[in-house]
């Protein structure tokens, strides 16, 4: 599981894909930080963070697309299947890697809040419970991209469904002030990745998110590891 966790992270930097990714989010992070906060003068960072779920949804995909569709489409894939690793840890070995690529790049986007706390008096806990909740939906992000490489060898079609789906989870919630039953607009609520995140950046850290992000990644995974076996036993 480890070797193959090296692999993967090495591969994002001996091609451009990771050099790609760290350029896209930190220069849109700066960009928007600079918009919402040091232009607006003000340390309200709740518009800041909700932006960058989007920013989110277009660079995740580039982290994810290649994780297995590239290993269809080289034929290295039986390689893994026949590995004496686990299909739980492959899945897991690469979920990790694409995870420590894009933490890396969120702790690079937190220096900007230097400038925010040298010339205000921003509340801290409230930054760093976005932080949190930030990292928890790149990962759930991660876990979906990760699901759709695996149906396909085409990195492009993977990047692309990766972002629609993640897309409509984002803006599934919009869909409730056109549906005038309430049963399923609580039914969309729950499954709104945005409508529950801007709970955070009200400045209130819910458990039930987090649980919710930590599901996400659980269940994706899972379906990835269904379609390995069922990959492995057909082949």
């Given at each position: 599981m480890f070797a193959i966790y090296k692999r993967e992270l090495r591969s994002y930097f001996v091609s451009a894909v990771g050099y790609v990714f760290f350029a896209v989010i930190i220069a849109l992070s700066a960009v928007i930080f600079s918009v919402s906060t040091l232009f607006a003068a003000t340390n309200d960072v709740s518009s800041y963070f909700e932006t960058m779920l989007f920013v989110l949804m277009i660079a995740l995909p580039l982290l994810t697309m290649k994780l297995f569709a590239?290993?269809?489409?080289?034929?290295t894939e039986q390689l893994l299947l026949t590995s004496p690793v686990s299909i739980g840890g492959m899945v897991v070995a690469k979920f990790l890697?694409?995870?420590?690529?894009?933490?890396?790049?969120?702790?690079?986007?937190?220096?900007?809040?230097?400038?925010?706390?040298?010339?205000?008096?921003?509340?801290?806990?409230?930054?760093?419970?976005?932080?949190?909740?930030?990292?928890?939906?790149?990962?759930?992000?991660?876990?979906?991209?990760?699901?759709?490489?695996?149906?396909?060898?085409?990195?492009?079609?993977?990047?692309?469904?990766?972002?629609?789906i993640i897309l409509v989870m984002l803006l599934i919630g919009a869909l409730n002030s056109f549906i005038p039953v309430y049963s399923v607009r609580y039914v969309l609520s729950w499954f709104s990745i945005l409508?529950?995140?801007?709970?955070?950046?009200?400045?209130?850290?819910?458990?039930?998110?987090?649980?919710?992000?930590?599901?996400?990644?659980?269940?994706f995974l899972f379906v990835t590891c269904r379609v390995y076996e069922r990959r492995r036993y057909g082949a």
């Open positions: 590239e290993e269809r489409k080289l034929r890697a694409a995870f420590t690529v894009y933490f890396i790049a969120n702790l690079l986007c937190s220096i900007s809040y230097i400038t925010l706390f040298a010339y205000s008096d921003p509340e801290a806990g409230v930054i760093l419970g976005n932080i949190i909740a930030l990292t928890l939906v790149g990962a759930a992000f991660i876990a979906i991209g990760i699901f759709v490489s695996a149906l396909t060898e085409n990195q492009l079609a993977a990047a692309i469904g990766t972002f629609a409508s529950r995140y801007q709970n955070f950046t009200d400045g209130f850290f819910d458990i039930a998110a987090v649980v919710y992000y930590v599901s996400i990644c659980f269940v």
